[in-house]
């Protein structure tokens, strides 16, 4: 049974930091394309950032030197390090991963207000 579990999500402040984790199982996690997107109420879910099964990483123009993608292919875990969070930023989170399927975590929520 595949499963990714989101943790890390938070109430912070503007200016503020959270780093999120998406732990993975029940997939042979280096060979998938993982990302990060987020959806805000009443907004579509969008893109964050992805991390290819070769390391390559892409952001969304409005994360952009303020968030880091990681991999750790030994733990079977993915993670987001957000800084310089805005109000904007307030979403659910959702880890993704894609080789010959696709799957979904729960979300974590993310809340940057003060």
């Known amino acids: 049974q595949v499963q990714l579990v989101e943790s890390g999500g938070g109430l912070v402040q503007p200016g503020g930091s959270l780093r999120l984790s998406c732990a993975a199982s029940?997939?042979?996690?280096?060979?998938?394309?993982m990302g990060w997107y987020r959806q805000a109420p009443g907004k579509q879910r969008e893109l964050v950032a992805v991390i290819t099964s070769s390391g390559s990483t892409n952001y969304a123009d409005s994360v952009k030197g303020r968030f880091t993608i990681s991999r750790d292919n030994a733990k079977n875990t993915m993670h987001l390090q957000m800084n310089s969070l805005k109000p904007e930023d307030t979403a659910v989170y959702y880890c993704?991963?894609?080789?010959?399927?696709?799957?979904w975590g729960q979300g974590t929520q993310v809340t940057v207000s003060s």
């Open positions: 993704h991963a894609r080789y010959a399927n696709a799957y």
């Open positions: 029940g997939i042979s996690f280096s060979f998938y394309d």
